[in-house]
C-alpha cells in the first residue's frame, strides 16, 4: 500500500514599506525593518519571495503606496505567483480593502503579521487570552463599515487566534467577547499578585530580564538556571513568563524572571494587552537588558528596549546592561552604547563573562550580603538569635570569651551586630 503525506504549502509573500525620512527612525521602514520583516515572515511560516520599497514624502492615504507602485507589486505578485502581501506598516480598513481590490492577493500589516506570531506562540491560557483580546481590539475597527472580510480567516499567516472559533462579524457579540476576555485577565491578575505577594512575603528580590526579541534572554536564562525552556533562533521563541530561581555568590537567592521579547512597530494592543505580564519588569528590583551585540542594528534595538522599559514606568530601576553573543563577534572591540550603566559582554552559549554577570548580580540585587566574623558574649542570646534568624551561619564554635559565628550578613543585620565583629 502507498502512503501519501500532504504538506501544506507555504505562502509565497512579498514584503512592501514606505520610506518618508520625515519620521522617527525607530517608526520609518528601512532596508532594515524590512529584513526585520522578512524574518517575522519567515517565523509565521511564509516564503518571502520580494521586496519592495517606495520612497515618497507621505504614506497615501486610500492606498499606503501610490498608485504606480501598487502595480508594480501586482506584477511582481502575478510573476512570482505571490498569494500574500505584507506591508510594513499598520493598515487601515480602508486601506487593507482598497489594496486587496486592486492586488487580488490577501494584505496584511506588520501588526496583525505579529499577533499572528503570539497566537501561535501562546501556550498558557493567559498568554492565549491575551493575544486573543489583542487581535480581536485590532480588528474591530477594520470591521465594522471597512469591509474587512473574515471570512477569509482559517488558512495561512494572518488567519490564527480568534478567526479559528468562527467569530461573528456583528459588533456587539465582539464587544462582548472583549469584555469577557478582560474579566478573564482580572481574574488571572489576582492569582498573579497572590503569588507576587507570596514572593514578597518571602524576601526573595526579582530579576527580570528585558530585550529585543532573539536578543538570547531565554539562553542566558537557560544558562544561570539550568531552566531547561525553549530557546530557539526565531523572533518570539518565548511568550508566556518563566520564572527561576537562582543563587548568588554569597547564597542568596533571588527570582529571575524571562519576558517576552521588544520590537519596533510593537502593536499598541498587544502591549495593552500583555500589562499584567509586563508587570514583571515594573515590579521588579533589578532589570538586565540583554543585547545582541552581533546585531547590526544594536543601537536601534537597544533605543527600542529603552523607549518600551520607560514606557512602562521602569526606567529608575537598576539596569545591568548584558551585552550578549560575544560568540559571534570578531575580536574584542565591541562598542558599548551607554557608559553611564554597569555592563558586561557575555555569551550564553559558550558561558563567557558569566562569572561577571553574576559578581554585578551580587551588587546591585538588594539585599547583598557581606561575609563577617563575630563573637556574640553568652549573656547576648538574643543577638545569637537574631543572627540565626536573618543571617546565613557558615560556621559556629564555643570558645571562652563566647560564641563565634562566621555568617553572610546583609546590611541591616550588619548595623546591628557589627559591634561584636572579631578579626579572630
Do not use: W
Not at 503570539?118 to 493567559?126: D, M, P, S, V, Y
Not at 545582541?292 to 529608575?316: C, F, H, P
Amino acid at each position: 500500500m502507498d502512503y501519501f503525506f500532504n504538506e501544506t504549502e507555504k505562502e509565497r509573500a512579498v514584503l512592501v514599506g514606505v520610506h518618508t525620512g520625515n519620521k522617527n527612525i525607530l517608526e520609518d521602514t528601512t532596508e532594515e525593518t524590512l529584513a526585520e520583516l522578512s524574518r517575522l515572515a519567515d517565523t509565521a511560516g511564509a516564503e518571502v519571495v520580494a521586496t519592495v520599497m517606495q520612497n515618497r514624502p507621505r504614506i497615501e492615504v486610500s492606498t499606503y503606496i501610490g498608485e504606480g507602485k501598487i502595480q508594480e507589486v501586482k506584477n511582481v505578485c502575478d510573476i512570482l505567483n505571490a498569494n500574500v502581501v505584507i506591508f510594513d506598516d499598520e493598515l487601515s480598513g480602508s486601506q487593507i480593502r482598497n489594496l486587496e481590490n486592486l492586488l487580488d492577493v490577501k494584505v496584511i500589516d506588520r501588526s496583525m503579521l505579529i499577533l499572528d506570531i503570539f497566537a501561535a506562540r501562546a501556550l498558557t491560557k493567559e498568554g492565549k487570552i491575551q493575544v486573543e483580546l489583542a487581535q480581536l481590539k485590532y480588528m474591530l475597527p477594520r470591521l465594522i463599515g471597512a469591509g474587512f472580510d473574515l471570512s477569509r480567516l482559517g488558512g495561512g499567516i494572518g488567519t490564527r487566534g480568534p478567526g479559528e472559533t468562527k467569530l461573528e462579524t456583528d459588533r456587539r457579540h465582539i464587544q462582548r467577547r472583549i469584555r469577557y476576555l478582560e474579566e478573564e485577565l482580572k481574574e488571572i491578575k489576582k492569582h498573579r499578585n497572590l503569588i507576587r505577594s507570596r514572593r514578597k512575603k518571602e524576601g526573595l528580590p526579582v530579576a527580570a530580564l528585558v530585550g529585543y526579541t532573539n536578543a538570547g534572554k531565554s539562553s542566558l536564562l537557560n544558562r544561570l538556571t539550568n531552566a531547561g525552556v525553549l530557546a530557539e533562533d526565531k523572533l518570539f521563541a518565548t511568550l508566556d513568563p518563566t520564572v527561576r530561581s537562582m543563587q548568588l555568590s554569597d547564597h542568596r537567592k533571588i527570582l529571575l524572571v524571562d519576558t517576552v521579547g521588544f520590537i519596533r512597530k510593537l502593536p499598541h494592543h498587544l502591549v495593552e494587552a500583555f500589562k499584567s505580564t509586563l508587570e514583571e519588569v515594573t515590579l521588579a528590583d533589578v532589570l538586565l537588558h540583554v543585547a545582541d551585540v552581533s546585531s547590526k542594528e544594536l543601537e536601534y534595538q537597544m533605543a527600542v528596549v529603552e523607549r518600551t522599559i520607560q514606557e512602562l514606568g521602569a526606567a529608575n530601576k537598576p539596569i545591568i546592561t548584558v551585552y550578549n553573543k560575544m560568540d559571534l563577534v570578531d575580536g574584542p572591540d565591541v562598542r558599548v552604547i551607554d557608559i553611564s550603566r554597569p555592563y558586561v559582554y557575555i555569551s550564553a552559549q559558550t558561558g563567557q563573562g558569566i562569572d561577571e554577570l553574576i559578581r554585578l548580580m551580587d551588587e546591585f540585587v538588594p539585599g547583598k550580603r557581606t561575609k563577617i566574623q563575630v563573637v556574640i558574649p553568652y549573656s547576648e542570646g538574643k543577638v545569637l538569635s537574631l543572627i540565626h534568624e536573618s543571617g546565613e551561619v557558615l560556621k559556629e564554635e564555643y570558645t571562652e570569651q563566647g560564641t563565634f559565628v562566621e555568617l553572610l550578613a546583609d546590611k541591616m543585620l550588619y548595623s546591628k551586630i557589627k559591634e561584636y565583629i572579631t578579626n579572630i
